[in-house]
């Protein structure tokens, strides 16, 4: 959570047109299989959707999909459409955009795609979505498996922890997000230790 707007609503675009969305620093011509899979898919919804933020990366997971991209990137994409509309109250759509990121991972780590050092959080973010979407039992597997896993990367205390918070007495945050005021403090704090540092050497 960043203070202020948050950075992610900003990553990629979708033409109001057609629908089709992706980065900005895309160039070149939409090939011509994408353009027609867009029009037959994701254009008839335009008239009878309003393009959310979170809608936004779920038009991104449909048309990446249909580009090649692996499951673990794909449930990745569902993961951005899901927290933005936690973020925006979107109730209709954000337990079907956190069921299509278990269904994503889970794939991905049944083929064994996911790297060595993401598959811990990947298995806690499994267990979270089925948390979030009212599943504790399944929820509470996906913990278990973070928390049996034989870890050697550098955060595993980190990810073993939070999987026994989320299982024992789950959080709405991991941790806290930062008010802007806070970071006004934080700022001012460190201004003045340079400062004085400076002061001292002078």
């Known amino acids: 959570m960043a203070a202020g707007q948050q950075p992610i609503r900003h990553l990629i675009f979708t033409c109001p047109e057609c629908g089709y969305t992706g980065v900005s620093t895309e160039e070149g011509p939409l090939d011509s299989q994408i353009k ?82 993401r598959v811990c959080w990947t298995k806690y973010l499994v267990g979270e979505m089925y948390r979030r979407t009212g599943d504790e039992i399944t929820a509470n597997k996906w913990f278990d498996k973070v928390t049996e896993m034989e870890l050697t990367h550098p955060n595993r205390d980190f990810w073993l922890d939070v999987a026994r918070q989320q299982k024992m007495e789950p959080k709405e945050y991991i941790r806290e997000p930062v008010s802007v ?16 540092m400076f002061g001292s050497n002078a």
Do not use: H, Q
């Not at 979170?54 to 048309?63: L, S, V």
């Not at 999909?65 to 990745?76: M, P």
């Not at 005021?181 to 004085?196: A, G, H, N, T, Y």
């Open 36 to 117: 027609k899979f867009v029009e037959e898919t994701i254009s008839p919804r335009l008239k009878e959707e309003e393009i959310t933020s979170g809608r936004t990366w779920e038009f991104m997971a449909i048309i990446s999909e249909a580009k090649g991209l692996d499951d673990f990137a794909i449930g990745s994409l569902y993961l951005r459409a899901a927290w933005l509309s936690w973020l925006d109250g979107n109730a209709e759509d954000e337990p079907g955009y956190r069921r299509k990121v278990t269904d994503y991972f889970e794939k991905a780590l049944n083929k064994d795609i996911v790297l060595e050092d």
């Open 181 to 196: 005021e806070d970071l006004k403090k934080e700022k001012r704090s460190l201004l003045k230790k340079i400062f004085r």
